[in-house]
Each structure stands twice: as structure tokens, then as C-alpha cells.
Nanobody, 121 residues
Framework: QVQLVESGGGLVQAGGSLRLSCAAS????????MGWYRQAPGKQRELVAH???????NYADSVKGRFTISRDNAKNTVYLQMNSLKPEDTAVYYC???????????????WGQGTQVTVSS
């Protein structure tokens, strides 16, 4: 059973920074594509940033240039560095792990419990 545990959320003023961490256990972390999603009240969950097992990244347009996703396979951890935070970044942030086979078929999909990020104006 794969477990994902997020940490690092909190309350920050607009313009501030936070770093989220997601520690994985119970699997070979390096083979998973990892992502950060967020869900604000009354809105659908959306992809914020994604990093493949090979280290390629992509970001939602709303966070490009402000957020950076990275991974440390030796520590089984993925990070989301969030700078220049805005009130509209307020949401519960979820860590996600996906395992795709060679045909890009989804073979496993796991979620963390979420961590609250609140940005005050």
C-alpha cells in the first residue's frame, strides 16, 4: 500500500512563500510520476504542477514562474516551492502519485490527505 503524507501548508500573507513536501512510502518512488493538485471551496480539483519519473515538469498557467516542483528520489519526497503567493492560491493542496506502463496506461493512482494553504490579502 502506497502512502503519501503532505506537510508544509499554513497561513501566509500575499507575496509570501511556502514549501510543501510529500513523503511517499510503500513503493519504488522513483518510477512514479508525481503531481500537486489543489481544490478551493466550491471548485473542482485542478492540476498545479507535475513531474515525471524522468524529471520533466509542467505547470498550470496560473502558477508558471511562481511555483517550482522538484523531487528527491533518495528521500522519496516531492516538493512544491510556492513563491509570490496570491489569495487565489488558497486551497487544499493534494499530492498525487501515478504509475504508467510502457503504453502510458494508468496502473496505479494514489492521493495524499491534503494540506491547507491559506493566503491572506
Amino acid at each position: 500500500q502506497v502512502q503519501l503524507v503532505e506537510s508544509g501548508g499554513g497561513l501566509v500573507q500575499a507575496g509570501g512563500s511556502l514549501r510543501l513536501s510529500c513523503a511517499a512510502s510503500g513503493t519504488i518512488f522513483s518510477i512514479y510520476a508525481m503531481g500537486w493538485y489543489r481544490q478551493a471551496p466550491g471548485k473542482q480539483r485542478e492540476l498545479v504542477a507535475h513531474i515525471t519519473s524522468g524529471g520533466s515538469t509542467n505547470y498550470a498557467d496560473s502558477v508558471k514562474g511562481r511555483f517550482t516542483i522538484s523531487r528527491d528520489n533518495a528521500k522519496n519526497t516531492v516538493y512544491l516551492q510556492m513563491n509570490s503567493l496570491k489569495p487565489e492560491d488558497t486551497a487544499v493542496y493534494y499530492c498525487n502519485a501515478k504509475l504508467l506502463d510502457d503504453d502510458a496506461v494508468l496502473r496505479a493512482n494514489y492521493w495524499g490527505q491534503g494540506t491547507q494553504v491559506t493566503v491572506s490579502s
